[in-house]
């Protein structure tokens, strides 16, 4: 059997969430930057859901699906976090401001919310909102077994759970989860109500499509007028959840049957299909452009351009990032080669610039001020984690490796 086969149409899908999700953070005009918000991460969860299998994940043991997932996204949360970091000085020199305490966004990285304690990219938050949420779908999917109303059920019965402490700041977005497990599995549902009608839908002329397309977009639009923004980050989500709710999975739809019918374009399917690096990155790219020309920042063009730019100076960025540090994308293999292993060591040595830039503006008396004692502690559990995760990405922790090669359930086995 050949390797699972990808779907062009949800890369692209994934590609303009991310173009939107961009403009929101550069949007200046609050409307618009509402009315972004009112779908944009929802239709990344949407996007999941797309392709998520539940009969697999049935089939697959906790042990493999957790390390696999943890080896996927929690290893590139944190070295994307350090490229982050590294961003962040630049912004810095660039600005001349005060540097901002290490431990601080140690504790940041660490703590998943920017809102407790601020970490050098906000965006990556999403990354641990995934890896709870898919965690939690596989239980949802063994306790149901892959029944699609019960698995729907859980997840709606799940919402409470967060819908009681929205817009209260929890380690890791806890909090969001609910949400975003019900936003999975909506996705999951679309995407069989797609199969489901797919040749009817592909049979519609032009004129019946873009009114599909018109009508999903209005009910979106007058959902999002009568509720407000919608904030998966501060796990906000107006003045009522299912309207909340009915405004994103419209809009996404909608978004979702204008991208099917974009022709197959490299550029854009390579963006949707390396998201999770370009989400981690692009914020503290923004805010280095930002820094370098803060007279145009409330300027349309300006954020038109940033985005364009944002965009494409990722893609080589991307590129290197595969060759050199496929790590950092949730990409292993059983014998790195010499450039992944430079990649390694390199990684190692950059994490070696927080130390350094701990002890440059401690000693020059800069906002860390702290005791002697608060020095060596942190930089203590500094080196501890980052030898941790450098330990797991060089192979010398072998435990996270013990999933690297898929294994093959007894039903796929007798097949």
């Not at 995407?191 to 979106?220: C, P, Q, T």
Request: aromatic fraction near 14%.
């Amino acid at each position: 059997m050949g390797g699972k086969k990808r779907i062009i149409w949800i890369d692209q899908l994934k590609c303009v969430a991310f173009i939107f999700v961009i403009i929101g953070h550069l949007s200046i005009n609050s409307t618009f930057y509402s009315w972004i918000y009112s779908f944009h991460m929802p239709l990344f969860l949407f996007s999941t859901g797309l392709t998520m299998n539940f009969e697999k994940i049935n089939q697959t043991p906790f042990k493999y699906y957790f390390l696999t997932h943890a080896k996927r996204m929690l290893i590139p949360y944190f070295w994307l976090q350090m490229l982050s970091f590294c961003l962040r000085q630049a912004e810095i020199m660039v600005k001349h401001k005060s540097q901002v305490p290490v431990p601080t966004f140690l504790l940041g990285i660490i703590t998943g919310h920017s809102r407790l304690v601020r970490a050098p990219s906000n965006p990556l938050y999403y990354v641990l909102v995934l890896f709870i949420a898919e965690i939690v779908i596989w239980a949802i999917v063994k306790l149901c077994k892959t029944n699609k109303t019960w698995i729907t059920l859980c997840s709606v019965l799940l919402l409470p759970a967060g819908l009681c402490f929205t817009s209260v700041p929890m380690v890791w977005h806890i909090n969001c989860v609910p949400a975003a497990v019900f936003f999975i599995v909506v996705g999951n549902l679309l995407m069989d109500l797609y199969r489901a009608k797919r040749e009817k839908l592909e049979s519609l002329n032009a004129f019946l499509y873009i009114a599909l397309i018109l009508a999903l977009f209005a009910v979106g639009f007058a959902c999002w007028k009568y509720n407000g923004r919608f904030s998966l980050y501060g796990n906000y989500y107006g003045e009522e959840f299912t309207v909340a709710a009915l405004a994103a999975t419209t809009t996404s739809a909608a978004i979702a049957l204008c991208v099917m019918k974009l022709p197959s374009m490299k550029l854009v399917t390579f963006i949707g299909q390396n998201t999770l690096f370009y989400l981690g990155i692009h914020k503290p790219l923004l805010i280095v452009f930002e820094a370098m020309f803060p007279q145009y920042t409330k300027n349309a063009v300006f954020i038109i351009a940033a985005t364009i730019v944002c965009t494409l100076v990722l893609v080589p960025a991307t590129l290197l990032g595969k060759r050199l540090f496929p790590f950092a994308l949730g990409q292993f293999t059983e014998t790195p080669n010499k450039m992944q292993k430079a990649g390694q060591l390199i990684a190692l040595l950059l994490s070696l610039l927080v130390p350094y830039n701990y002890f440059l503006n401690h000693w020059n008396g800069g906002i860390l001020k702290s005791t002697p004692l608060y020095t060596v502690l942190s930089l203590l559990v500094f080196i501890a984690i980052t030898t941790f995760f450098w330990a797991l990405t060089s192979k010398f922790i072998p435990v996270i490796y013990l999933c690297s090669k898929e294994k093959r359930t007894p039903s796929q086995i007798k097949a």
